[in-house]
T-cell receptor, first 112, second 115 residues
Framework: DQQVKQNSPSLSVQEGRISILNCDYTNSMFDYFLWYKKYPAEGPTFLISISSIKDKNEDGRFTVFLNKSAKHLSLHIVPSQPGDSAVYFCAASYSGTYKYIFGTGTRLKVLA | GAGVSQTPSNKVTEKGKYVELRCDPISGHTALYWYRQSLGQGPEFLIYFQGTGAADDSGLPNDRFFAVRPEGSVSTLKIQRTERGDSAVYLC?????????????FGQGTRLTVV
């Protein structure tokens, strides 16, 4: 039972344009969400997070949007840069636990 | 060191053998996690330590897997009687715990191959 789903395994975007990565979840108890970026042969690197009390969190070129009623979150990267090419994982957690449930990832390729 | 360190970075072992994977968390981080990532999948939770004790080991697949953190810092993941299906990248992470979920910092992983 996949509680966190990333239905797009890959995405290609032109440099300078917006990248939108999507994530859906099924467990309504989740109240904290994170995005991680992973380069080959490296561990995941934390990118940005959002608590369920917010619907948006912004950090530089990265913005995460949370739609609790739809159980959906998205990561927007604008403008996209070739160095953003990596696998992006969505993860969720809930109060009282510190474990994260990860999605299967979306491979982003930013074309120069 | 500045980040989470895992050793070895690669381990090849024969089916049936015993392996130990080591994790050095970020200094001062009380929470330590082990995850496993198979090809094409996201990291899968195995176990979480708060200090020296395993606060949640619900992700360990069976009793061949065991992890310790005797002094609340370094942790060792131990796998007995390895099987080919255990082949994966084993990731360790650590975080501060402040009463709410916080971002975890991952090491580079240990790639385990069981032949």
């Amino acid at each position: 039972d996949q509680q966190v789903k990333q239905n797009s395994p890959s995405l290609s975007v032109q440099e300078g344009r917006i990248s939108i990565l999507n994530c859906d979840y099924t467990n309504s108890m989740f109240d904290y969400f994170l995005w991680y970026k992973k380069y080959p042969a490296e561990g995941p690197t934390f990118l940005i997070s959002i608590s369920s009390i917010k619907d948006k969190n912004e950090d530089g070129r990265f913005t995460v949007f949370l739609n609790k009623s739809a159980k959906h979150l998205s990561l927007h990267i604008v403008p996209s840069q070739p160095g953003d090419s990596a696998v992006y994982f969505c993860a969720a957690s809930y109060s009282g636990t510190y474990k994260y449930i990860f999605g299967t990832g979306t491979r982003l390729k930013v074309l120069a | 060191g500045a980040g989470v360190s895992q050793t070895p970075s690669n381990k090849v072992t024969e089916k049936g053998k015993y392996v130990e994977l080591r994790c050095d968390p970020i200094s001062g981080h009380t929470a330590l996690y082990w995850y496993r990532q198979s090809l094409g999948q996201g990291p899968e939770f195995l176990i979480y330590f708060q200090g020296t004790g395993a606060a949640d080991d619900s992700g360990l697949p069976n009793d061949r897997f065991f992890a310790v953190r005797p002094e609340g810092s370094v942790s060792t993941l131990k796998i007995q009687r390895t099987e080919r299906g255990d082949s994966a990248v084993y990731l360790c992470a650590s975080s501060l715990t402040t009463g709410a979920p916080a971002e975890a910092f991952f090491g580079q992983g240990t790639r385990l191959t069981v032949v």
